[in-house]
């Protein structure tokens, strides 16, 4: 087992020379997609947050579905995607277990005309709520499906 685990270490550290070599020596710039952000936890992604002092973070986004009390109906920790991918299938799971479910609100990463209509008719007669993204922007906050 620590053979096992002292050979990982080898790997990880062969990559991370060859990447040093590549962007020092050459010049190149590593593909996000091979880079590495912890030698411990390697499905960690790097997280742009776009908020002052604290615009980047370091872990995995999660994806949680509250009703209007707090109690979490239904989580997705989300390796390689985005909230703007994980909304309909968020609700369409939650629908299994929940099928009374039949209004819910997203903050602006989820935003987009297309997820309003499959969300919307994953219900109808339910409603979505989604924000829209800039502050200015108070076009689209709800629509009844």
Not at 94 to 99: C, G, L, M, R, S
Not at 123 to 130: A, D, F, I, K
Request: hydrophobic fraction near 40%.
């Amino acid at each position: 087992a620590i053979a096992c685990l002292i050979d990982s270490f080898l790997k990880h550290a062969e990559r991370q020379i060859d990447q040093i070599h590549r962007r020092v020596i050459d010049g190149e710039d590593i593909p996000h997609s091979e880079k590495v952000f912890s030698l411990f936890e390697e499905h960690t992604e790097w997280i742009n947050k776009g908020k002052a002092g604290v615009p980047v973070e370091l872990g995995l986004r999660v994806c949680v579905l509250e009703d209007q009390y707090g109690f979490l109906l239904h989580h997705r920790v989300m390796e390689h995607e985005t909230d703007d991918q994980v909304a309909v299938p968020m609700i369409a799971e939650a629908k299994k277990n929940f099928p009374c479910l039949n209004s819910c609100s997203f903050d602006k990463g989820f935003h987009s005309f297309h997820r309003i209509t499959i969300v919307g008719a994953l219900q109808p007669g339910g409603s979505v709520c989604l924000s829209t993204s800039g502050s200015k922007n108070l076009s689209v906050h709800g629509f009844r499906m």
